[in-house]
């Protein structure tokens, strides 16, 4: 159990008791001894102890036993005592004796002899680091380093990774090249602050490797400086400072693959360690190195063909049909010579203009031509006239090509003046390739990143440049070209909407008979170059061009591998990459190998030349600007012709400075008669979202992240991917871009963002055709139960050369993609009235197929009459016209009767002569009587008897029977 450390002299025997850093401030108590009377009682009480045992017991010797410093007080000192190297075998240890101050530290090339507490020098054939230790040697692994692989659990998926680890391989250690997660660490205790260093090689992205330090309070290196950069050509160097106390020191990778090869291991070696308490032996230089002085702090690695053994002091030469590299420790024998051991190249121009093919071998040389079935130089060639120099060049009296001066311009034989009006296209442009450029440079790396002597990875060949044979078929065969800068175009310097700087453009060929690879790169230098684009296989003769849109962009690399396959034999020797011709646009010091020519100036100044303004182009060989049409852009290159004038896509604007294509998130379609208009505004700000979540063959869980601008209209910010894998945080910028996301257990970082690139950089156009220009969106991506139309967004990347034939199509399901509302997506509701008020409401047409646009109007409320009162004021009107009409009925009845009596008393009289009128009667009714004549009685009968009066019947000759009037009748019924 752990107790507190109060006594102070439980520190001074380390071997009896001690406090060790179980916790802080506590210790545990290795013995039941306990030390109580201080140190003179243990010196009087140990001979007593063991009086009977030290009778028997030889003395010790200086070889039976060393020394040791105890640990640290809270002052700083400590106690050098002497441990038996075998127990219980000799007596008469020394006494322990104080030691030296912990702060005490010995130089580089020194260290500590322990008997007399000096600083002492190595000797030759050794060396130190005096505060540290250095691990060069990989063999095995150095005591105190571990190793482990991290088995892999996702859902169902179980992948066991215990064999997966960091493999010792002599002078280096490699990681593992698979899926699982591997760990190197090593833990260190330091007396006073110190650093780490080591030298590495990480070569593929496809490899996530990460270093970071854990202190004894657990803390960790930040995450966002824990990950490497890539190494592209060379080992890279790694420092670290470290703090005092416990270090543990990780070297993590993950390998993450996607196809079928498998990721390149991360290498280390020369991991030196500083700030230890010190250093009580030098160590031995290892085979390959010596140290021919004392006081080394390093071993000098031995010359080629030269070795020496472990401790050398010197070198030894190599027999003469044998060879050896840089640092071996052994020689080897020199292989009978063969056709890949040498390389065809034209011969610079000598004064007389003429260059010769010849043949030379690769240097450094290893083959023998002495040996049996070896092969033999073969001669070279006739000379003849050399080409002429690349355009730009001039050739000058020492056959050489120089460079035409500023204001002139060659096709390659002589300069010539640019003229009036004119200004020259600066640039380069290789075509011929007689000598090596001086802004080239070729090298070899070689796929297991051993020391390699060899530079000929590249060779002129007259009408193109060519890689040569390898060492190995899975060496890398580098070309490098480097420019200062870039001058850009007048025209274009005041728009900043994604301007193309330069253009590079160049003409290859590859043939390959197993998985060969040709790699472009580019960055700010050729250990830092990014890979741009790759082609596989066999590629026919064929031109690509890249433009650049950064100054920082000013390195680019051809990269050629016969093989991803390791293998010490060449079978794969013939396959080559030939570069035929290579031009960079508006490169600072570059050279004219034409003139342009220059706006017509509005005065005679001596002012520069000057280009038409934005959205003009100049009508060939006059200097005459002219306007393009509206909507239109002009190519980066010089606006020469009205074919300069592109324009652009549908439902798309030209920004200000005619240089890209916008969208400003609207538009109107006419559609099935009507007018669809559509804000997508909602959506134009940088948003992201993620695939499915996907595994590789071993089970590592990875999904595709993709950031999209939709409209990307002016002072809009684009879409951006970053790698967070490498120290150089690569940020990848356009209209959509892909990254891909690996599940991270780092402490402060959730995820790993790799292998970021841009799928479309150029819009355009918007539009609900299924093709545009030569892309097309199949039917079948869309949903069918739609009735409206669907908007698609078109993109582009073959501006910058990279257009490779793969589309990515997006639905993207959004009630922001419908069209605008307006007055015919709803209708209205009118309520009944009640109590003299009604309701007029307005809702959508259902389904809803539209979004904002115009509001739904507000409830309308309005004065109206009930239905009781329209049914009562009915029934009113309905009673007064029935009394009407029944009145009316009755009058024209009666007046219908009068003339029916007249009518028949007309006929009776008829009847008495026929031709004749009848003759006036006396009692008929006469012209002008009033009608109330027609009653009958006049007594005072009931209504009923009057109505029956009327109805009598008619008598038989079809008249009706009418009493008529008469003074006798009078008096009759008067009587």
């Given at each position: 159990?752990?107790?507190?450390?109060?006594?102070?002299?439980?520190?001074?025997?380390?071997r009896l008791f001690c406090c060790t850093p179980c916790l802080k401030g506590t210790y545990h108590l290795k013995t039941a001894m306990f030390l109580i009377h201080g140190l003179f009682t243990v010196i009087f009480l140990l001979p007593l102890l063991f009086l009977t045992e030290t009778t028997e017991l030889p003395s010790c010797k200086e070889s039976d036993y060393h020394f040791e410093y105890t640990d640290c007080d809270v002052l700083g000192s400590r106690w050098r005592v002497a441990i038996p190297n075998k127990p219980e075998t000799c007596t008469g240890l020394p006494d322990p004796v104080k030691g030296t101050h912990c702060t005490f530290t010995c130089n580089d090339g020194e260290f500590l002899d322990m008997r007399t507490q000096e600083c002492q020098k190595c000797v030759a054939g050794t060396y130190s680091l005096g505060t540290g230790v250095a691990f060069d040697e990989w063999d095995s692994f150095p005591i105190g380093f571990i190793s482990h692989g991290i088995n892999m659990n996702y859902g169902d998926t179980y992948t066991n990774c215990s064999n997966s680890t960091w493999i010792p391989k002599g002078d280096y250690v490699a990681s593992n090249s698979d899926e699982c997660t591997s760990t190197l660490s090593y833990t260190v205790s330091l007396k006073k602050p110190g650093s780490v260093s080591f030298q590495y090689f990480y070569p593929d992205n496809r490899m996530f490797f990460e270093f970071y330090v854990q202190n004894d309070q657990c803390q960790s290196t930040d995450a966002q400086r824990r990950w490497m950069r890539i190494s592209e050509s060379d080992?890279?160097?790694?420092?670290?400072?470290?703090?005092?106390g416990n270090n543990v020191l990780y070297w993590r990778t993950t390998g993450f693959t996607l196809a079928a090869n498998t990721a390149k291991p991360v290498l280390l070696k020369n991991i030196s360690i500083s700030g230890v308490s010190y250093t009580s032996e030098c160590f031995h230089c290892k085979p390959g190195t010596y140290s021919d002085k004392p006081g080394a702090a390093r071993c000098i690695p031995c010359a080629a063909n030269s070795y020496s053994n472990k401790g050398a002091t010197a070198c030894q030469p190599c027999e003469a049909d044998k060879y050896s590299g840089i640092g071996s420790g052994t020689c080897l024998q020199?292989?009978?010579?063969?056709?890949?051991?040498?390389?065809?190249?034209?011969?610079?121009?000598?004064?007389?203009?003429?260059?010769?093919?010849?043949?030379?071998?690769?240097?450094?040389?290893?083959?023998?031509?002495?040996?049996?079935e070896a092969v033999q130089l073969p001669a070279s060639g006739e000379m003849v006239a050399c080409p002429p120099c690349n355009p730009g060049f001039f050739s000058s009296n020492t056959s050489s090509c120089e460079p035409c001066p500023h204001g002139f311009y060659s096709n390659g034989t002589e300069c010539s003046e640019c003229p009036a009006g004119t200004e020259p296209v600066v640039g380069f442009e290789y075509k011929w390739w007689n000598k090596m450029p001086g802004n080239m440079r070729s090298s070899?790396?070689?796929?297991?990143?051993?020391?390699?002597?060899?530079?000929?990875?590249?060779?002129?060949?007259?009408?193109?440049?060519?890689?040569?044979?390898?060492?190995?078929d899975s060496d890398y065969m580098l070309l490098t070209l480097t420019v200062p800068g870039y001058s850009q175009p007048h025209s274009l310097s005041e728009d900043k909407e994604r301007v193309a700087l330069s253009?590079?453009?160049?003409?290859?060929?590859?043939?390959?008979?197993?998985?060969c690879k040709l790699y472009f790169m580019a960055g700010q230098n050729e250990r830092n170059n990014m890979n741009v684009e790759s082609w596989s296989g066999s590629i026919g003769k064929q031109s690509y061009s890249y433009l650049i849109k950064s100054n920082y962009t000013v390195s680019f690399t051809w990269g050629f591998q016969r093989t991803g396959v390791f293998s010490m034999e060449n079978l794969y020797s013939s396959d080559f990459a030939k570069i035929y011709s290579v031009q960079l646009t508006n490169v600072i010091g570059g050279v004219a190998s034409e003139c342009r020519q220059c706006a017509l100036a509005?005065?005679?100044?001596?002012?520069?030349?000057?280009?038409?303004?934005?959205?003009?182009y100049m009508l060939s060989g006059t200097g005459v600007c002219k306007s393009c049409p509206s909507n239109t852009i002009i190519r980066p290159e010089q606006p020469v012709g009205k074919e300069a004038c592109i324009p652009c896509g549908p439902n798309t604007y030209s920004n200000e400075g005619r240089s890209a294509c916008m969208s400003d998130c609207t538009l109107a379609l006419h559609y099935k008669g009507e007018t669809l208009h559509y804000d997508f505004s909602p959506l134009a700000n940088v948003t992201g979202f993620q695939s499915s979540p996907r595994?590789?063959?071993?089970?590592?869980?990875?999904?595709?992240?993709?950031?999209?601008?939709?409209?990307?209209?002016?002072?809009?910010?684009?879409?951006?991917?970053?790698?967070?894998?490498?120290?150089?945080?690569?940020?990848?910028?356009?209209y959509i871009c892909q990254s891909t996301i690996v599940p991270s257990e780092i402490r402060g970082q959730s995820v790993v963002s790799s292998q970021p690139f841009s799928i479309g950089d150029t819009l355009i156009g918007v539009t609900t055709n299924s093709k545009l220009d030569d892309i097309s969106s199949l039917g079948g991506n869309f949903p069918v139960e739609s009735e409206l139309p669907d908007v698609i967004f078109y993109y582009s990347k073959c501006s910058e050369g990279t257009c490779d034939g793969c589309s990515f199509h997006f639905l993207w399901l959004s009630q922001h993609a419908c069209p605008l509302c307006s007055e015919r997506d709803y209708k209205e509701i009118v309520s009944a009235c009640i109590q003299g008020i009604q309701r007029t409401t307005y809702v959508w047409q259902l389904p809803l197929r539209c979004t904002g646009g115009v509001s739904l109007p507000s409830e309308q409320i309005s004065a109206c009459v009930t239905l009781d009162f329209w049914?009562?004021?009915?029934?009113?009107?309905?009673?007064?016209?029935?009394?009407?009409?029944?009145?009316?009925?009755?009058?024209?009845?009666?007046?219908?009767?009068?003339?029916?009596?007249?009518?028949?008393?007309?006929?009776?009289?008829?009847?008495?002569?026929?031709?004749?009128?009848?003759?006036?009667?006396?009692?008929?009714?006469?012209?002008?009587?009033?009608?109330?004549?027609?009653?009958?009685?006049?007594?005072?009968?009931?209504?009923?008897?009057?109505?029956k009066s009327f109805s009598r019947e008619r008598t038989s000759d079809g008249f009706d029977s009418v009493p008529l009037k008469s003074s006798a009748a009078q008096e009759m019924e008067m009587s």
């Open positions: 159990m752990c107790k507190q450390c109060r006594d102070k002299s439980a520190a001074i025997l380390p080992w890279d160097y790694h420092y670290v400072e470290l703090s005092s020199r292989p009978p010579c063969k056709e890949t051991d040498y390389f065809y190249t034209h011969t610079p121009c000598d004064s007389s203009g003429q260059t010769q093919l010849m043949y030379k071998w690769i240097e450094p040389k290893i083959c023998s031509e002495s040996v049996e070899v790396f070689s796929s297991e990143y051993s020391s390699t002597e060899r530079s000929t990875g590249w060779e002129v060949a007259g009408e193109y440049i060519y890689t040569t044979p390898s060492d190995q253009r590079i453009t160049f003409v290859f060929e590859t043939k390959c008979t197993a998985d509005l005065d005679d100044t001596d002012s520069a030349c000057v280009p038409c303004s934005p959205g003009h595994f590789t063959s071993k089970g590592l869980q990875y999904t595709h992240h993709f950031n999209v601008a939709l409209c990307g209209t002016e002072n809009r910010a684009l879409a951006s991917c970053v790698e967070n894998v490498t120290e150089s945080k690569r940020d990848v910028k356009g049914l009562k004021f009915g029934v009113s009107i309905g009673t007064v016209a029935a009394i009407l009409l029944i009145t009316m009925i009755c009058y024209f009845w009666k007046r219908t009767r009068k003339l029916q009596y007249k009518y028949s008393k007309l006929m009776m009289t008829a009847g008495d002569k026929e031709c004749e009128l009848p003759a006036a009667d006396s009692c008929a009714i006469m012209e002008g009587e009033d009608a109330e004549d027609d009653l009958i009685y006049l007594s005072k009968k009931s209504f009923f008897t009057k109505i």
